[in-house]
């Protein structure tokens, strides 16, 4: 089985500062990871991706993260956030095993970022 | 083509009373999820269709949750004898095989009074 940890369930940031948004995962077999953003009001949509490859993946608003096996964690950062990106961040893993891909959520990051 | 579509956007039951919900996969994705938010929290699986496999039933959190998906197409998700509880709002999603991406629906607003 699967499981995600995200280890801060509120970030609160000011405006311009870097960030980091934690995920651990836990698993069995190795997985699909995924960041998931959710705007105020809004549907979840996925923020970025890591399947296979390079490691490090980034999406096109300026966020980041980086797979480490090692350590099972999948981290997201942003260098300099901007009011717009206050939202609850997602984390997500997909075990690739046959055509079996359960997608298993973590609880959730709010970040909000203040003038 | 069109993403996930769920309806109705917001239902509003009594207690005790039935609800169906449902949800339009995008045409040709294979696999289909339910998840559950309540309010100010995170995503809560519920239950996984992965082409003509059984489905995983495992997040479904008691005997009055039961859901339906026919081949690769419309799921419906119902709850029986509806309690205070299950006001949340439950998101579809689906993917197509290999799981690239999942893509969500914008959700049932379920209310029960």
């Known amino acids: 089985a699967q499981s995600v940890t995200q280890l801060d369930s509120q970030v609160p940031v000011f405006e311009e500062a870097p960030v980091e948004l934690r995920c651990n995962y836990s698993s069995s077999v190795s997985v699909y990871l995924f960041w998931y953003v959710q705007y105020p009001n809004q549907g979840l949509q996925l923020l970025l991706k890591?399947?296979?490859?390079?490691?490090l993946v980034e999406s096109i608003n300026g966020f980041e993260a980086e797979f480490n096996k090692s350590q099972t964690s999948f981290h997201l950062r942003k260098p300099s956030v901007h009011i717009s990106d206050t939202a609850e961040y997602f984390c997500a893993v997909s075990p690739f095993s046959g055509g079996y891909n359960k997608l298993i959520f973590g609880a959730g990051t709010r970040l909000a970022v203040h003038p | 083509g069109a993403g996930v579509s769920q309806s109705p956007s917001n239902k509003v039951t009594e207690k005790g009373k039935d609800v169906e919900l449902r949800c339009d996969p995008i045409s040709g994705h294979t696999a289909l999820y339910w998840y559950r938010q309540r309010l100010g929290q995170g995503l809560e699986f519920l239950i996984y269709f992965q082409g003509n496999s059984a489905p995983d039933k495992s997040g479904l959190p008691s005997d009055r949750f039961s859901a339906e998906r026919t081949g690769e197409s419309v799921s419906t998700l119902t709850i029986q004898r509806t309690q205070q509880e299950d006001s949340a709002v439950y998101l579809c999603?689906?993917?197509?095989?290999?799981?690239?991406?999942?893509?969500f629906g914008q959700g049932t607003r379920l209310t029960v009074v």
């Open positions: 999603a689906s993917s197509p095989t290999g799981m690239t991406e999942a893509f």
């Open positions: 890591y399947l296979s490859g390079s490691t």
